[in-house]
């Protein structure tokens, strides 16, 4: 029984960081779109970012044992 309440503990709250991360990452891309002039600086910004995602999304699963 403590292991169930336990999983579901753990789903609760993983479910409540992921919509907080996801209201924060949404947040700072309107943010970063409306600073960013030009369509090839957005791309490049773009492209900066999806690499650094690329390397810290299974850095921060790793943490989060996801």
Do not use: H
């Not at 002039?37 to 989060?64: D, H, Q």
Request: charged letters at 20%; glycine letters at 14%; zero cysteines.
């Amino acid at each position: 029984m403590a292991r169930f309440f336990g999983e579901l503990l753990f789903e609760l709250a993983r479910s409540l960081i992921g919509g907080l991360l996801e209201r924060a990452v949404l947040k700072a891309g309107a943010w970063l779109d409306a600073r960013v002039p030009g369509r090839r600086t957005r791309i490049v910004a773009g492209l900066l970012l999806g690499v650094a995602a690329y390397f810290l999304i299974p850095v921060l699963a790793g943490l989060l044992g996801l």
